[in-house]
């Protein structure tokens, strides 16, 4: 263990790894094969696992837009001055310094690709809070409209969605899921030896539920139908899972690269077939609307592995950091709430002093 731990320091200790995110939309911790669940087949979801170190014990947000907040700030999300997904509660503070922000500041390419969910006007967009390649829906999801300022494209479809990319309209070919693994996966490959931070944030499984029929198909028959269309989802984005690490291990760069999965919230369709003997699902802020799958996958510095630690979304941030070689310091470090996971990255049993986390529903009208 000793010289293990030595390894790892000394890979730290050289040139910052590429980092890449995925978090999936309702999605919940049930959902996923190598869980236990008796019907979805998640077979490289199942591989990222098997190959990661993996908390047990990780804890999110009821629903979306409060757990990306966290996510991006290391904060709460009432802090961050979101306390629902609509009615422009969902717009992270303007003060908020974002991980896209710190990283981008020490050197790293910064990338988002799908749903942002933090704010749909202007100076709320990614594209000001750190992030330099911009490729998203808007809203919640695709095609949804709200009272305000959160809404996407009018009559978008998860099919050759129009996607906002940078500063304009782009009308895309292809499933949304594709689309946006296919669109980070070249940005990844385009920027020479520069470090990047690739945040692939899918709006699926999400509804309405639209699948390509070819993924409803696999489970047509063996559950309900709008539980084969949830599962259809699940298994293109498990595909697109498989894509994107044979493209790091083809790219030469996976001993360098950090590849992170997370759902947002709890679940939602599939737990009408399997919800890990939890209560509750997403808006719920019982167990089966906070657990949450977390996966940290990087070969060769972080042996696989269960991490049993209490840990959580405000988490994400001060670790990213710290794997990056930052310290935080001024504004950010008065920001920051969580506490780095790194020391249990290297070390299961580290210390890891007792807390409380509390969560807190805010969905009033």
Same mark, same amino acid.
């Given at each position: 263990?000793?010289?293990?731990?030595?390894?790892?320091?000394?890979?730290?200790?050289?040139?910052?790894?590429?980092?890449?995110?995925?978090?999936?939309?309702?999605?919940?911790?049930?959902?996923?094969?190598?869980?236990?669940?008796?019907?979805?087949?998640?077979?490289?979801?199942?591989?990222?696992?098997?190959?990661?170190?993996?908390?047990?014990?990780?804890?999110?947000?009821?629903?979306?837009?409060?757990?990306?907040?966290?996510?991006?700030?290391?904060?709460?999300?009432?802090?961050?001055?979101?306390?629902?997904?609509?009615?422009?509660?969902?717009?992270?503070?303007?003060?908020?310094?974002?991980?896209?922000?710190?990283?981008?500041?020490?050197?790293?390419?910064?990338?988002?690709?799908?749903?942002?969910?933090?704010?749909?006007?202007?100076?709320?967009?990614?594209?000001?809070?750190?992030? %330099?390649?911009?490729?998203?829906?808007?809203?919640?999801?695709? $095609?949804? #409209?709200?009272?305000? *300022?959160?809404?996407?494209? !009018? @009559?978008?479809?998860?099919?050759?969605?129009?996607?906002?990319?940078?500063?304009?309209?782009?009308?895309?070919?292809?499933?949304?899921?594709?689309?946006?693994?296919?669109?980070?996966?070249?940005?990844?490959?385009?920027?020479?030896?520069?470090?990047?931070?690739?945040?692939?944030?899918?709006?699926?499984?999400?509804?309405?539920?639209?699948?390509?029929?070819?993924?409803?198909?696999?489970?047509?028959?063996?559950?309900?139908?709008?539980?084969?269309?949830?599962?259809?989802?699940?298994?293109?984005?498990?595909?697109?899972?498989?894509?994107?690490?044979?493209?790091?291990?083809?790219?030469?760069?996976?001993?360098?690269?950090?590849?992170?999965?997370?759902?947002?919230?709890?679940?939602?369709?599939?737990?009408?077939?399997?919800?890990? %003997?939890?209560?509750?699902?997403?808006?719920?802020?019982?167990? $089966?609307? #906070?657990?949450?799958? *977390?996966?940290?996958?990087? !070969? @060769?510095?972080?042996?696989?592995?269960?991490?049993?630690?209490?840990?959580?979304?405000?988490?994400?941030?001060?670790?990213?950091?710290?794997?990056?070689?930052?310290?935080?310091?001024?504004?950010?470090?008065?920001?920051?709430?969580?506490?780095?996971?790194?020391?249990?990255?290297?070390?299961?049993?580290?210390?890891?002093?007792?807390?409380?986390?509390?969560?807190?529903?805010?969905?009033?009208?």
């Amino acid at each position: 263990m000793f010289m293990q731990l030595l390894a790892i320091v000394a890979s730290l200790a050289g040139a910052p790894p590429n980092i890449v995110v995925v978090l999936t939309d309702d999605q919940g911790y049930g959902d996923i094969g190598a869980h236990g669940n008796p019907v979805l087949k998640t077979p490289h979801l199942d591989r990222l696992r098997a190959e990661s170190r993996r908390f047990l014990d990780f804890h999110v947000s009821p629903t979306c837009a409060p757990t990306r907040s966290a996510l991006m700030t290391g904060r709460h999300e009432f802090k961050n001055g979101i306390t629902h997904t609509i009615y422009e509660r969902e717009r992270l503070a303007p003060s908020a310094i974002t991980i896209a922000d710190v990283l981008g500041d020490a050197g790293y390419r910064t990338g988002i690709f799908g749903k942002w969910h933090l704010g749909d006007e202007d100076a709320y967009l990614p594209g000001k809070r750190g992030f %330099g390649e911009v490729f998203i829906h808007g809203a919640g999801g695709i $095609g949804q #409209t709200y009272p305000g *300022s959160c809404g996407d494209a !009018p @009559g978008n479809s998860y099919f050759n969605p129009a996607i906002w990319h940078n500063d304009h309209f782009e009308k895309t070919s292809g499933y949304c899921t594709d689309v946006f693994f296919n669109r980070a996966m070249d940005w990844m490959d385009k920027g020479g030896s520069k470090p990047f931070f690739c945040w692939i944030a899918t709006n699926a499984p999400h509804a309405p539920l639209d699948v390509m029929p070819k993924d409803e198909a696999r489970y047509a028959g063996l559950v309900p139908p709008d539980v084969a269309k949830f599962f259809g989802m699940i298994a293109n984005i498990d595909d697109n899972i498989g894509r994107l690490l044979e493209r790091i291990k083809a790219s030469g760069r996976e001993r360098d690269t950090l590849v992170v999965f997370m759902n947002d919230n709890g679940g939602t369709v599939g737990c009408k077939i399997f919800n890990a %003997g939890m209560r509750g699902q997403k808006v719920t802020a019982w167990l $089966g609307g #906070t657990r949450a799958s *977390s996966f940290w996958r990087w !070969p @060769g510095t972080l042996e696989p592995g269960d991490i049993k630690a209490h840990a959580a979304h405000v988490d994400v941030f001060p670790t990213m950091a710290d794997i990056a070689g930052v310290k935080l310091a001024g504004p950010v470090s008065s920001q920051v709430e969580g506490r780095s996971l790194l020391p249990l990255l290297l070390d299961p049993q580290a210390p890891w002093p007792d807390r409380y986390l509390v969560t807190h529903m805010g969905r009033w009208p």
